[in-house]
Nanobody, 127 residues
């Protein structure tokens, strides 16, 4: 079982930056695909970005060029650097892990149902 704890959310003005962190209770350097998702009030949860065990990343179109996903295997921590934030980025942001992927996220990286473990989320508000 993997526990995920997000942090780093907050309130920021449009154009600002935030760095979200996701601390995992177990090793994330192994065969795990990890991702960030967000859910705005009244909307469905959507994928933001994902990272494979060897470090390859995938991004939603809304995140490309502005967000950067990285991880520190030694610290079992995932990071999402978000720059040039927009008001439509206001949402609860969740970290998730798929431990049954042999470390590959692949083309299905945005499929919510594949992610078994989820954090409680961290709120991001952009005004």
């Amino acid at each position: 079982h993997v526990q995920l704890v997000e942090s780093g959310g907050g309130s920021v003005q449009a154009g600002g930056s935030l760095r979200l962190s996701c601390a995992a209770s177990a090793h994330i350097s192994g065969s795990v695909c990890m991702g960030w998702f967000r859910q705005a009030p009244g909307k469905e949860r959507e994928a933001v970005a994902a990272i494979e065990s060897e470090g390859s990343t995938s991004y939603a179109d809304s995140a490309k060029g502005r967000f950067t996903l990285s991880k520190d295997n030694a610290a079992n921590t995932l990071y999402l650097q978000m720059n040039s934030l927009k008001p439509e980025g206001t949402a609860m942001y969740y970290c998730a892990a798929d431990p049954f992927s042999a470390g590959r996220c692949g083309d299905g990286w945005s499929l919510i149902s594949r992610y078994v473990y989820w954090g409680q989320g961290t709120q991001v508000t952009v005004s």
